[in-house]
């Protein structure tokens, strides 16, 4: 079953970054220090860079998350294995899918179902790793992008 999703956080941050990148541009026109100036030019490039990325997230089509029998396709619509995922994270309405052998979950196995599938989803979910034996751990976990 196919689920539609939301990227966990990422208006937020596209705020943030845009915000980030102002000021870093302000300082960077004010400041007469060199060593100042161009650090803050780097980390304007960053922002700038990540807001950049986060626009592509936002208003690309809807992600969505497949739970098949014995595999997930993830919102990257990349498939792994049951016998690549070592158990489900929950974090409030944050859920994440780590795999074997990794201390972070990837990003696209990090995200939200859309409010309008959410208690279909979670059930679903929960359904599907008592199905596949793996553990709910209804915990804070940490993702790269």
């Not at 970054?17 to 803050?40: E, P, V, W």
């Not at 739970?67 to 990349?78: G, M, P, Q, R």
């Not at 074997?100 to 989803?121: I, K, M, T």
């Amino acid at each position: 079953m196919s689920y539609l999703t939301v990227y966990p956080r990422a208006k937020l941050m596209l705020v943030c970054m845009l915000i980030l990148g102002f000021y870093m541009g302000r300082n960077f026109y004010t400041s007469g220090d060199g060593f100042y100036k161009y650090t803050a030019l780097c980390i304007m490039a960053f922002a700038v860079l990540n807001v950049v990325i986060l626009i592509r997230r936002v208003f690309s089509p809807k992600p969505s998350i497949t739970l098949c029998e014995d595999y997930v396709i993830s919102t990257k619509n990349k498939r792994y294995d049951v016998s690549q995922i070592e158990c489900v994270y929950m974090n409030y309405k944050r859920i994440g899918i780590k795999l074997h052998g990794r201390r972070l979950v990837p990003s696209d196995l990090c995200f939200y179902f859309e409010s309008s599938q959410e208690n279909a989803g979670l059930e679903e979910l929960e359904e599907w790793a008592a199905r596949n034996q793996k553990e709910v751990k209804h915990k804070f976990f940490q993702t790269f992008t």
